[in-house]
């Protein structure tokens, strides 16, 4: 027996005078409204409604139930009420975690807009290029930019870019542009958490993988771009990191020819039925503030 199902009959009942009345209230069945109160009788012990052909009513004890039922059923209406004026409203936490540059060069830049149109929203952002079990983590939202492996989270995708070689114009202008992924092996590069193997995708779409010459290994996307914007050397990454530097003609892209597709930006959050309001409005928040798409870049020429 499902007793709040059987506790909204019997008030329903009491409230309308009759099964048949209650029944057309909550849009079931008379047979199914006795076969409820008979339960409920069942399960306490005791009788509740004294019937006739003509009509119900209470007894002692169904009085004395009724009126612990109108408690209940109404502290619950409130409760849920609650909820729902909280969610509507879109207060509260909510706890993110993104990579360092994305939260560096994306997200923490944008956050004025964010607060103007949402100022009862309050974020707990951490910055992690780590995998986490972000349910186990309390978490609400993980930007990410690998693949998605959990079951249990949903994959919204935010972003999809190429991988892009870049220099900065001086180092161009000294080392002179790669003309194919195998003149990198004669110069010098950058290299980060994507290794000394570079790889790129040939025009008539063969994978090449390419050992680059490093002189300089980093473990962070926004040390090996600015090593990159300060000349010392060709650096591979997302179109999405270096964006800025190339709009600027801070960094120059190489290889177009020769680019292959990134995995793409996404947010992932835990599988549920509703979102809550102050979840979604990040969401949404996410979704335009990395609406944008790779254009062509400044080629050697315009640098020079």
């Known amino acids: 027996m499902d007793k709040f199902q059987a506790m909204l009959v019997f008030k329903a009942v009491v409230d309308h005078g009759g099964f048949t009345a209650a029944a057309r209230k909550l849009n079931i069945s008379p047979s199914a409204a006795t076969k409820n109160i008979t339960s409920l009788e069942d399960s306490l012990g005791a009788q509740l409604l004294s019937r006739s052909t003509r009509r119900i009513n209470l007894t002692d004890y169904g009085r004395d139930f009724y009126h612990s039922c109108v408690t209940i059923l109404d502290a619950l209406e409130e409760a849920e009420s609650s909820v729902r004026a909280k969610n509507k409203a879109a207060k509260g936490l909510v706890r993110i975690v993104m990579p360092y540059s994305f939260g560096r060069v994306t997200f923490t830049p944008e956050l004025p807009s964010f607060f103007a149109e949402n100022p009862e929203i309050s974020l707990d952002v951490h910055f992690s290029d780590d995998p986490l079990d972000i349910i186990k983590e309390g978490f609400d939202l993980a930007v990410r930019s690998r ?68 002189v300089l290994t980093l473990r962070n996307g926004d040390a090996v771009r600015e090593a990159a914007v300060a000349g010392l050397g060709f650096a591979q990454s997302t179109w999405w990191l270096f964006r800025k530097d190339l709009q600027n003609g801070n960094l120059v892209a190489v290889l177009e020819d020769f680019e292959r597709e990134a995995v793409p930006i996404s947010v992932c959050y835990p599988a549920k039925k509703h979102v809550p309001h102050k979840v979604a409005r990040v969401l949404d928040f996410l979704t335009r503030i990395t609406d944008a798409r790779p254009s062509r870049r400044p080629r050697l020429a315009a640098a020079q």
């Open 147 to 214: 693949e998605l492996e959990d079951s249990q989270l949903i994959q919204r995708v935010l972003h999809k870019g190429p991988i892009i070689t870049v220099a900065s114009p001086e180092h161009l202008a000294r080392h002179g542009a790669p003309q194919t992924p195998q003149d990198l092996a004669s110069r010098p590069c950058i290299v980060g958490n994507y290794g000394a193997e570079w790889r790129f995708k040939d025009p008539d779409g063969t994978d090449l993988r390419v050992p680059v010459q490093s």
